[in-house]
């Protein structure tokens, strides 16, 4: 038997039990393609209408080889179909009595405890199927601007409902709200969600306690965090308090600097004592809660990436906190030294002496002026500042 008469049962049963009609299983028209598929072996054309011969109906489709994303999609479909019609129509037989189980097992022939063990087998892979047909509805089709989820949240600071806490922190502390009014949601006391698939308002927890719909495939219970695009590898670490994404794996929380750093960071980052716990020096956004990439500068300080990639496209290339050297700019400063070089000083500047401060190195040095820039005698920078003369 090949796959075209399971497609052909399947639509029949399809008909049959949207009009009412007992088990008929005439085979129809063929109505999806799926040559590539395997026959498939143990199972006769004659009837699929007891519980046993189900069974083997299910198991035989899960077992079949697909080529492609269609087919393993069509496979998919199949088993949740068939694991349906199984739990709500043969599930709900009644059960066989004690003296009826003992005059089959007298009858049954040996190899009745293999066929009981594949029953067993193929049930709990039909209920797996169920259960995660019921776990995923809607995933990736609801949330806000910030996260894929299928739930929002009953802020507790002034029991309002927002998809999430920025979604929060956009309404309620933003320069068009008054003063007084501005405020942050504490994210950690949140106890109340709301199902978006069912709307029920409940405690907070992964599974919805009415239609049984995840509400995120990532589910963080000590920030309150759902999230169904777990393509972020999120993870909860607990000397942030809150929950990272990049993965576990790729990065180590720094104590002092009191934030979370790139692995590759571990052994070769100044620390700035609460680094993170600060606003970004170009647009202000707390980089701690940030959900945007942040880099950390060689002096130490922290900065979005975006923000820095716009810094260099306006070619500023110096920390905005510090002013040190933001990469390594020693090529930058060898043309500065053909320039000086190539521009002598008219005769009343040529023995002016100046005072200077490094911003690289942080050390004084007195240096002869030039017009286009003085160079730090002990680290050969020209990122420096005129102090007197």
């Not at 949330?143 to 002034?158: L, N, Q, S, T, V």
């Not at 979005?304 to 496209?313: G, N, T, W």
């Amino acid at each position: 038997m090949n796959a075209h008469f399971v497609c052909s049962l399947l639509i029949s049963a399809m008909v049959s039990i949207k009009s009412g009609a007992k088990w008929q299983w005439e085979v129809g028209h063929i109505r999806l393609k799926l040559d590539r598929f395997p026959k498939i072996e143990g199972l006769k054309s004659s009837c699929f209408g007891d519980c046993s011969s189900w069974r083997k109906l299910i198991g035989a489709v899960s077992k079949m080889d697909c080529l492609g994303v269609v087919q393993c999609r069509w496979k998919q479909q199949f088993i949740e179909f068939f694991a349906d019609v199984y739990f709500n129509h043969f599930a709900q037989q009644p059960q066989t009595s004690d003296q009826e189980k003992g005059e089959m097992s007298r009858h049954s022939h040996p190899h009745s405890i293999n066929e009981e063990s594949e029953s067993s087998t193929l049930e709990r892979v039909a209920a797996e199927s169920l259960t995660n047909k019921v776990l995923d509805r809607g995933l990736m089709e609801y949330g806000c601007p910030h996260y894929r989820r299928r739930c929002c949240i009953r802020a507790p600071c002034c029991n309002e409902i927002f998809g999430c806490h920025h979604c929060h922190y956009e309404a309620k502390n933003n320069i068009n709200v008054d003063q007084k009014q501005r405020h942050d949601i504490p994210r950690h006391q949140v106890e109340q969600v709301i199902c978006l698939l069912c709307g029920t308002e409940q405690e907070v927890g992964q599974i919805c306690i009415h239609c049984g719909v995840c509400m995120g495939k990532y589910f963080c219970k000590v920030c309150k965090l759902y999230d169904d695009d777990t393509s972020k590898k999120q993870y909860h670490c607990d000397g942030c308090g809150i929950c990272r994404i990049g993965g576990r794996e790729n990065f180590f929380h720094c104590y002092k600097c009191g934030c979370c750093y790139s692995i590759l960071l571990k052994n070769g980052h100044p620390c700035v004592e609460g680094a993170m716990h600060h606003d970004c020096p170009i647009c202000f956004e707390f980089l701690f809660e940030s959900r945007n990439d942040v880099t950390v500068l060689p002096c130490g300080h922290t900065i979005h990436q975006k923000c820095l990639e716009e810094m260099r496209d306006h070619y500023q290339y110096a920390c905005p906190l510090c002013s040190k050297s933001v990469c390594d700019m020693s090529k930058v400063w060898e043309k500065f030294d053909m320039e000086i070089a190539a521009t002598p000083m008219p005769e009343p500047y040529q023995n002016r002496m100046v005072q200077i401060l490094c911003n690289d190195c942080g050390k004084k040095a007195e240096v002869q002026y030039h017009v286009v820039a003085q160079k730090c005698p002990n680290c050969k920078s020209y990122n420096t500042r005129q102090t007197r003369g």
